[in-house]
């Protein structure tokens, strides 16, 4: 069974950098699965920041970049403010159609 | 603007039905692919279902195969989900979304609770 991993929790401190990764259990992430990374807030609906390993979406500052890292999908957030603390998630696409979150990443700004 | 509103949710016994709709508007929806996600409660987001242009091509998740089932209506510019059989792990907010290679676009989200 495929799994999608991310760290469960991290922190970081305000105007600091942090990158999030995203892995596979059975496989390298590289482009080939359109990593993509959403942030959620308490009770809020997703927002998509990155999308195909490194485009930003419609609005999202430049502060959020994606990439590749090894043998992962990376999302790194330089200058940390205070209302960047939620959750992330990854979205990798399997092929046939399917698509995969991962567990989810909250970060906390402290 | 570019809206998804989602409708439909609501309590259901567990082996019963429930139909989800989302309406769009603000875009072409004909040219977008849509998705279902879900998110149960304290959970994760969880990928459903997804369904191309021309309903040509759709996808569902293997927890949902065979119970549920995507459509779309491109005249109405709707999007639905016929939810079968429900399970109490059914229980979750239901999400409409456009994609574009990932580039999720997202509605508010339906609650759909499973429970006797």
């Known amino acids: 069974q495929t799994v999608v991993t991310q760290e469960p929790s991290f922190s970081v401190s305000p105007g600091g950098t942090v990158t999030l990764t995203c892995g596979l259990n059975s496989d390298s992430v590289s482009a080939d699965y359109y990593p993509s990374w959403y942030q959620q807030t308490p009770g809020q609906a997703p927002r998509t920041l990155i999308y195909s390993t490194n485009t930003r979406s419609s609005g999202v500052p430049d502060r959020f970049s994606g990439s590749i890292l090894g043998n992962k999908a990376a999302l790194t957030i330089t200058g940390a403010q205070a209302h960047d603390e939620s959750d992330y998630y990854c979205l990798l696409y399997m092929g046939n159609g399917i698509w995969v979150f991962g567990g989810g990443t909250k970060l906390t700004v402290l | 603007e570019v809206q998804l509103v989602e409708s439909g949710g609501g309590l259901v016994k567990p082996g019963g039905s429930l139909r989800l709709s989302c309406a769009a508007s603000g875009f072409a929806f004909t040219y977008y692919v849509m998705n279902w996600v879900r998110q149960a409660p304290g959970k994760g987001l969880e990928w459903v279902s997804s369904?191309?242009?021309?309903?040509?091509?759709?996808y569902y998740a293997d927890s949902v195969k065979g119970r549920f089932t995507i459509s779309r209506n491109n005249a109405k510019k709707s999007l639905y989900l016929q939810m079968n059989n429900l399970r109490a792990e059914d229980t979750a907010v239901y999400y409409c979304a456009r994609s574009d290679s990932g580039d999720y676009f997202w509605g508010q989200g339906t609650m759909v609770t499973v429970s006797s």
């Open positions: 369904i191309s242009t021309t309903s040509s091509y759709i």
